[in-house]
């Protein structure tokens, strides 16, 4: 069974509006802070949101007041609304559980993602 499965990407026009999900496994998803990161052609992944257990939020500036990540305990699930998109955001989205201790490291094996693409 894979701890994480991501889906919801697409092809949308720039200004546009998607929302990703992520379902986790309960022994990755409880008690930890959840985040979105992305990967776009040629880049490292970057840490994009992360949502801790009890609701608290934190972005990266280049999507604050764009993107709102959530999550429901109860169905182990963590979301990505992303509005006013623009063609820079166009990348592979994963998601992860942060590892509590070391800056930078997650806790769960990648899944697949999802593919975003802004573009006209």
């Known amino acids: 069974q894979a701890q994480l499965v991501e889906s919801g990407g697409g092809l949308v026009q720039p200004g546009g509006s998607l929302t990703l999900s992520c379902t986790a496994s309960?022994?990755?998803?409880?008690?930890?802070?959840m985040g979105w990161y992305r990967q776009a052609p040629g880049k490292g992944r970057e840490l994009v949101a992360e949502?801790?257990?009890?609701?608290?939020?934190n972005y990266e500036d280049s999507v604050k007041g764009r993107f709102t990540i959530s999550r429901d305990n109860a169905k182990n699930m963590v979301f990505l609304q992303m509005n006013s998109l623009k063609p820079e955001d166009t990348a592979v989205y994963l998601c992860?559980?942060?590892?509590?201790?070391?800056?930078?490291?997650?806790?769960?094996?990648w899944g697949q993602g999802t593919q975003v693409t802004v573009s006209s």
């Open positions: 949502v801790t257990s009890d609701g608290n939020t």
């Open positions: 309960r022994r990755l998803f409880r008690d930890n802070t």
């Open positions: 992860n559980a942060l590892h509590p201790q070391w800056t930078g490291y997650v806790l769960g094996s």
